[in-house]
């Protein structure tokens, strides 16, 4: 992975701790696709949802197909 420190906001950003505005700001990057590079620079995954999210979503949809 990476050395940076638990609290950069790449490092909070990968692992779902802050937005992805948040990190933009802080980084001051112009845009998601530079911190998309910066995530991919640094060897670091990019946030998934959690499993409680996906459980979420995957019921909307579900509820959405029936309708």
């Known amino acids: 992975m990476t050395d940076l420190p638990d609290n950069h906001p790449l490092v909070l950003y990968s692992s779902g701790q802050i937005s992805r505005q948040v990190a933009i700001d802080r980084m001051k990057f112009r845009d998601y696709a530079t911190l998309l590079v910066a ?9 998934m949802p959690s499993e409680e999210q996906i459980e979420k979503e995957v019921a909307v949809f579900q ?3 029936r309708t």
Do not use: C, E, I, V
């Open 63 to 65: 509820q959405l197909m």
């Open 39 to 47: 995530l991919g620079d640094a060897d670091l995954p990019m946030p």
